[in-house]
């Protein structure tokens, strides 16, 4: 099937690019003939093309449940096929398809062939990026406030159990209020480090381990070399960061495959402050100003 350059003008990636620029831009991509349930691409696998769906219909899946249902013309994981991100969804062909596909080595070497083809679909990715943060942040900001409502109702509730005779019911509640109330403190979420914020921690081995996630409370960290710690075990290291070298020692709370979550001891002053020095750097990646 031809695709008409208005149905592509539809799709905000392809907005203000002329019609000579996209049928020069179509030319470079290969056609994809899909039977009904064919697999486009697996979660967790890297992007290794850009596709655009022309007939048929393609199913997002998270697991066994579907969260979109794509019809023409419509691209197909546009943001993870162009920027190198792992696929958070299995794309999954629910009836006989066809779709145009191009490598990610090609459309690049493409745009360095074709700049004015490239400047206005650059500039329609960065404001499809941009409208994607913000609508991001709109829903973290009503999660934000739905969480402090909840954790002000938890103390709330907490105190009233805590003022009320002890029985072996209310003492359980109040631990498991306490522990939630504790969780769902700010500096306690894992966030990960990226791109030049990277970190890793150094073993009393003197190897290397890269860090996965990181808070001011636990370290997330693998491919852990060798047999991996038990968990309830001690550790300590040294935390490598961009902003300094943190002592750190704690208990191994949990593993996954080969990598190690350790909740951390408290730190003296000084490496409190590295850390939190490091922790806002990471966090701003996830902030828009």
């Known amino acids: 099937m031809a695709v008409r350059t208005n149905d592509l003008h539809a799709i905000p990636l392809?907005?203000?690019?002329?019609?000579?620029?996209?049928?020069?831009?179509?030319?470079?991509?290969?056609?994809?003939?899909?039977?009904?349930?064919?697999?486009?691409?697996?979660?967790?696998?890297?992007?290794?093309?850009?596709?655009?769906?022309?007939?048929?219909?393609?199913?997002?899946?998270?697991?066994?449940?579907?969260?979109?249902?794509?019809?023409?013309?419509?691209p197909i994981g546009e943001l993870g096929a162009l920027t190198g991100l792992k696929r958070n969804t299995t794309a999954v062909a629910t009836q006989p398809s066809e779709v145009y596909r191009i490598s990610r080595a090609a459309l690049m070497d493409f745009f360095e062939r074709h700049g004015d083809v490239a400047f206005p679909f650059e500039h329609n990715l960065l404001k499809l990026v941009g409208l994607k943060v913000r609508r991001d942040v709109r829903r973290i900001d009503e999660m934000r406030a739905n969480l402090i409502r909840t954790q002000k109702a938890m103390k709330k509730l907490l105190d009233a159990v805590m003022e009320a005779p002890e029985t072996p019911l209310s003492k359980e509640i109040a631990e498991t209020l306490e522990?939630?109330?504790?969780?769902?403190?700010?500096?306690?979420?894992?966030?990960?480090?990226?791109?030049?914020?990277?970190?890793?921690?150094?073993?009393?081995?003197?190897?290397?381990?890269?860090?996965?996630?990181?808070?001011?409370?636990?370290?997330?960290?693998?491919?852990?070399?060798?047999?991996?710690?038990?968990?309830?075990?001690?550790?300590?290291?040294?935390?490598?960061?961009?902003?300094?070298?943190?002592?750190?020692?704690?208990?191994?709370?949990?593993?996954?495959?080969?990598?190690?979550?350790?909740?951390?001891?408290?730190?003296?002053?000084?490496?409190?402050r590295t850390l939190r020095e490091y922790l806002t750097r990471v966090q701003m990646l996830d902030f828009v100003v």
Request: charge should be negative; glycine fraction near 10%.
């Open 179 to 272: 522990d939630l109330i504790e969780h769902n403190k700010k500096g306690h979420y894992l966030v990960e480090p990226t791109g030049s914020l990277h970190s890793s921690v150094r073993l009393d081995s003197g190897e290397l381990v890269p860090v996965l996630e990181l808070s001011d409370g636990a370290v997330r960290f693998g491919i852990w070399p060798g047999d991996v710690p038990a968990k309830g075990s001690d550790f300590s290291g040294v935390l490598v960061t961009t902003t300094g070298e943190i002592p750190i020692s704690g208990k191994v709370v949990a593993t996954e495959g080969k990598s190690v979550l350790v909740a951390l001891d408290l730190l003296i002053d000084e490496y409190q």
């Open 14 to 74: 392809f907005q203000g690019i002329t019609e000579q620029h996209l049928h020069a831009l179509l030319g470079a991509f290969e056609t994809l003939t899909l039977p009904a349930g064919a697999v486009l691409f697996e979660a967790g696998a890297e992007p290794e093309h850009f596709h655009i769906l022309v007939t048929g219909e393609v199913e997002l899946r998270e697991g066994p449940t579907a969260r979109f249902t794509l019809t023409p013309v419509a």
